[in-house]
Protein backbone atom coordinates (compact mmCIF):
# COMPACT_ATOMS: atom_id res chain seq x y z
CA UNK A 1 0.00 0.00 0.00
CA UNK A 2 0.64 3.53 -0.16
CA UNK A 3 3.29 4.91 2.54
CA UNK A 4 5.68 7.51 3.39
CA UNK A 5 9.02 7.47 4.78
CA UNK A 6 10.63 10.86 6.76
CA UNK A 7 14.26 10.72 8.48
CA UNK A 8 14.25 9.83 12.02
CA UNK A 9 14.37 12.50 14.45
CA UNK A 10 15.06 14.62 16.73
CA UNK A 11 17.09 16.76 14.78
CA UNK A 12 19.11 19.88 16.74
CA UNK A 13 20.41 22.82 14.37
CA UNK A 14 21.92 26.17 15.94
CA UNK A 15 19.65 29.05 14.13
CA UNK A 16 20.38 30.31 11.24
CA UNK A 17 21.65 26.99 10.06
CA UNK A 18 20.41 25.22 7.32
CA UNK A 19 17.84 22.61 7.34
CA UNK A 20 16.87 19.37 5.13
CA UNK A 21 14.55 16.64 6.25
CA UNK A 22 14.32 13.86 3.94
CA UNK A 23 10.64 12.54 3.21
CA UNK A 24 10.15 9.77 0.46
CA UNK A 25 7.02 7.96 -0.43
CA UNK A 26 6.01 4.85 -2.16
CA UNK A 27 2.50 5.76 -4.09
CA UNK A 28 0.61 3.98 -7.61
CA UNK A 29 -0.38 6.74 -9.74
CA UNK A 30 0.31 10.80 -8.75
CA UNK A 31 -0.20 11.15 -5.14
CA UNK A 32 -0.51 14.64 -3.98
CA UNK A 33 2.12 15.54 -1.38
CA UNK A 34 2.35 18.13 1.57
CA UNK A 35 4.30 18.88 4.41
CA UNK A 36 2.22 18.83 7.93
CA UNK A 37 3.46 21.03 10.98
CA UNK A 38 2.94 20.88 14.47
CA UNK A 39 4.09 22.93 17.01
CA UNK A 40 4.35 22.60 20.81
CA UNK A 41 0.88 22.59 22.31
CA UNK A 42 -1.09 23.38 18.82
CA UNK A 43 -2.77 21.73 16.70
CA UNK A 44 -1.62 20.05 12.62
CA UNK A 45 -1.21 22.88 9.91
CA UNK A 46 -0.70 22.69 6.40
CA UNK A 47 3.11 24.04 5.77
CA UNK A 48 3.17 23.40 2.24
CA UNK A 49 1.77 21.39 -0.24
CA UNK A 50 2.59 20.01 -4.02
CA UNK A 51 0.21 18.39 -6.55
CA UNK A 52 1.93 16.90 -9.11
CA UNK A 53 5.42 16.31 -10.17
CA UNK A 54 8.50 18.66 -10.32
CA UNK A 55 5.80 21.35 -8.81
CA UNK A 56 7.71 22.98 -5.74
CA UNK A 57 5.79 24.06 -2.62
CA UNK A 58 6.83 26.95 -0.45
CA UNK A 59 6.03 28.91 2.61
CA UNK A 60 7.39 30.69 5.27
CA UNK A 61 10.89 30.21 3.98
CA UNK A 62 10.54 26.52 3.61
CA UNK A 63 10.59 24.62 0.19
CA UNK A 64 10.33 21.23 -0.97
CA UNK A 65 9.94 20.06 -4.42
CA UNK A 66 7.67 17.25 -5.74
CA UNK A 67 10.61 14.62 -7.44
CA UNK A 68 8.97 11.85 -9.14
CA UNK A 69 11.66 10.39 -10.65
CA UNK A 70 13.16 10.00 -6.78
CA UNK A 71 9.87 9.52 -5.45
CA UNK A 72 10.71 12.19 -3.11
CA UNK A 73 9.13 15.80 -1.19
CA UNK A 74 12.32 16.65 1.08
CA UNK A 75 11.57 19.72 2.86
CA UNK A 76 14.31 22.62 3.04
CA UNK A 77 14.93 25.95 4.76
CA UNK A 78 18.24 28.36 4.44
CA UNK A 79 18.69 29.27 7.66
CA UNK A 80 16.30 28.26 10.76
CA UNK A 81 15.03 30.30 13.85
CA UNK A 82 14.52 28.90 17.13
CA UNK A 83 10.56 29.46 16.28
CA UNK A 84 10.74 26.86 13.67
CA UNK A 85 11.07 24.27 16.70
CA UNK A 86 8.29 22.15 15.85
CA UNK A 87 7.33 18.60 14.40
CA UNK A 88 7.32 18.14 11.00
CA UNK A 89 4.76 15.49 9.27
CA UNK A 90 5.04 14.56 5.30
CA UNK A 91 1.92 13.30 3.98
CA UNK A 92 0.56 12.33 0.69
CA UNK A 93 -2.52 11.87 -0.59
CA UNK A 94 -3.14 8.87 -2.54
CA UNK A 95 -4.72 9.43 -6.65
CA UNK A 96 -8.03 9.30 -7.34
CA UNK A 97 -8.39 12.27 -6.32
CA UNK A 98 -11.99 11.77 -4.44
CA UNK A 99 -10.77 10.63 -1.01
CA UNK A 100 -8.32 13.43 0.51
CA UNK A 101 -7.17 10.95 3.23
CA UNK A 102 -3.70 11.87 4.19
CA UNK A 103 -0.83 8.88 4.63
CA UNK A 104 1.87 10.40 7.18
CA UNK A 105 5.10 9.92 7.98
CA UNK A 106 6.28 9.06 11.42
CA UNK A 107 7.73 13.05 11.97
CA UNK A 108 10.78 14.67 13.00
CA UNK A 109 10.82 16.74 15.56
CA UNK A 110 13.42 19.54 15.14
CA UNK A 111 15.06 21.48 17.75
CA UNK A 112 16.80 25.00 17.09
CA UNK A 113 18.69 26.64 19.44
CA UNK A 114 19.84 30.38 19.89
CA UNK B 1 -12.96 32.54 11.02
CA UNK B 2 -13.70 29.76 14.26
CA UNK B 3 -11.31 26.42 13.70
CA UNK B 4 -12.19 22.43 14.08
CA UNK B 5 -13.28 21.93 18.02
CA UNK B 6 -12.82 18.98 19.91
CA UNK B 7 -13.91 18.08 22.99
CA UNK B 8 -12.47 16.89 25.60
CA UNK B 9 -8.96 17.58 25.38
CA UNK B 10 -7.84 14.94 27.78
CA UNK B 11 -9.58 11.71 29.04
CA UNK B 12 -8.37 8.62 31.04
CA UNK B 13 -10.42 5.77 31.41
CA UNK B 14 -9.98 2.48 32.55
CA UNK B 15 -9.93 -0.74 30.16
CA UNK B 16 -13.39 -1.80 28.86
CA UNK B 17 -14.90 1.37 29.38
CA UNK B 18 -16.39 3.46 26.70
CA UNK B 19 -15.62 6.52 25.88
CA UNK B 20 -17.09 9.58 23.74
CA UNK B 21 -15.43 12.07 21.65
CA UNK B 22 -16.99 14.80 20.10
CA UNK B 23 -15.76 17.21 17.01
CA UNK B 24 -17.17 20.49 15.32
CA UNK B 25 -15.78 20.84 11.77
CA UNK B 26 -15.30 24.25 10.25
CA UNK B 27 -18.54 25.74 9.27
CA UNK B 28 -19.46 25.11 5.45
CA UNK B 29 -16.85 22.11 5.32
CA UNK B 30 -18.35 18.82 3.54
CA UNK B 31 -15.58 16.77 4.36
CA UNK B 32 -15.12 15.45 8.48
CA UNK B 33 -11.54 12.92 8.93
CA UNK B 34 -10.81 11.39 12.44
CA UNK B 35 -7.30 10.27 12.67
CA UNK B 36 -5.86 8.44 15.35
CA UNK B 37 -2.13 9.19 16.37
CA UNK B 38 0.12 6.64 18.24
CA UNK B 39 2.83 8.56 20.10
CA UNK B 40 6.07 8.40 17.85
CA UNK B 41 3.84 7.97 15.05
CA UNK B 42 2.15 10.02 12.33
CA UNK B 43 -2.14 10.21 12.17
CA UNK B 44 -3.80 7.37 10.80
CA UNK B 45 -7.14 7.75 9.41
CA UNK B 46 -9.84 5.73 10.79
CA UNK B 47 -12.85 7.28 9.26
CA UNK B 48 -13.57 9.61 6.09
CA UNK B 49 -17.29 11.31 5.90
CA UNK B 50 -18.57 13.22 2.53
CA UNK B 51 -21.69 15.29 4.50
CA UNK B 52 -23.36 12.65 6.62
CA UNK B 53 -22.44 9.12 4.65
CA UNK B 54 -19.31 7.61 5.28
CA UNK B 55 -16.49 7.59 2.29
CA UNK B 56 -13.97 5.61 3.75
CA UNK B 57 -13.73 3.44 7.57
CA UNK B 58 -11.59 0.41 6.02
CA UNK B 59 -9.12 1.53 8.83
CA UNK B 60 -11.47 1.71 12.12
CA UNK B 61 -11.69 -1.42 14.25
CA UNK B 62 -15.47 -1.90 13.77
CA UNK B 63 -15.73 -4.48 16.46
CA UNK B 64 -15.07 -1.57 18.75
CA UNK B 65 -15.14 1.48 17.46
CA UNK B 66 -18.18 3.36 15.74
CA UNK B 67 -18.19 6.87 14.60
CA UNK B 68 -21.56 9.00 13.25
CA UNK B 69 -22.11 12.46 11.90
CA UNK B 70 -25.58 13.50 12.03
CA UNK B 71 -27.04 16.08 9.70
CA UNK B 72 -23.78 16.24 8.23
CA UNK B 73 -22.79 18.74 10.62
CA UNK B 74 -21.05 17.36 14.18
CA UNK B 75 -19.45 14.11 14.24
CA UNK B 76 -18.80 11.67 17.74
CA UNK B 77 -16.13 8.90 17.86
CA UNK B 78 -17.07 6.26 20.34
CA UNK B 79 -14.64 3.33 21.60
CA UNK B 80 -16.45 0.54 23.41
CA UNK B 81 -14.83 -1.38 25.44
CA UNK B 82 -11.47 0.17 25.11
CA UNK B 83 -8.09 -1.64 25.12
CA UNK B 84 -4.95 -0.25 26.68
CA UNK B 85 -3.76 -0.13 22.55
CA UNK B 86 -6.28 2.90 22.76
CA UNK B 87 -4.12 5.24 24.31
CA UNK B 88 -3.25 7.68 21.50
CA UNK B 89 -4.61 11.20 20.65
CA UNK B 90 -7.73 11.28 18.44
CA UNK B 91 -7.66 14.10 15.76
CA UNK B 92 -10.50 15.70 13.55
CA UNK B 93 -9.55 17.44 10.20
CA UNK B 94 -12.08 19.05 7.83
CA UNK B 95 -12.31 20.29 4.29
CA UNK B 96 -13.81 22.15 1.99
CA UNK B 97 -14.60 18.52 0.08
CA UNK B 98 -12.85 15.41 -0.28
CA UNK B 99 -10.74 16.25 -2.89
CA UNK B 100 -6.87 15.82 -2.86
CA UNK B 101 -5.92 19.47 -3.17
CA UNK B 102 -7.77 20.92 -0.52
CA UNK B 103 -6.55 21.96 2.90
CA UNK B 104 -7.42 19.81 5.73
CA UNK B 105 -7.79 22.10 9.06
CA UNK B 106 -7.15 20.35 11.77
CA UNK B 107 -8.41 20.25 15.65
CA UNK B 108 -6.13 20.08 18.87
CA UNK B 109 -7.12 16.42 19.38
CA UNK B 110 -8.60 14.82 22.60
CA UNK B 111 -5.84 12.72 24.32
CA UNK B 112 -6.81 9.34 25.56
CA UNK B 113 -5.39 6.92 28.73
CA UNK B 114 -6.87 3.70 28.55
CA UNK B 115 -5.11 2.24 32.19
Known amino acids: GDSVTQMEGPVTLSEEAFLTINCTYTATGYPSLFWYVQYPGEGLQLLLKATKADDKGSNKGFEATYRKETTSFHLEKGSVQVSDSAVYFC?????????????FGKGTKLSVKP | EAGVAQSPRYKIIEKRQSVAFWCNPI?????LYWYQQILGQGPKLLIQ????????DSQLPKDRFSAERLKGVDSTLKIQPAKLEDSAVYLC?????????????FGPGTRLTVL
Open chain 2, 93 to 105: ASSISGRTYNEQF
Open chain 1, 91 to 103: ALSPNGGSQGNLI
Open chain 2, 27 to 31: SGHAT
Open chain 2, 49 to 56: FQNNGVVD
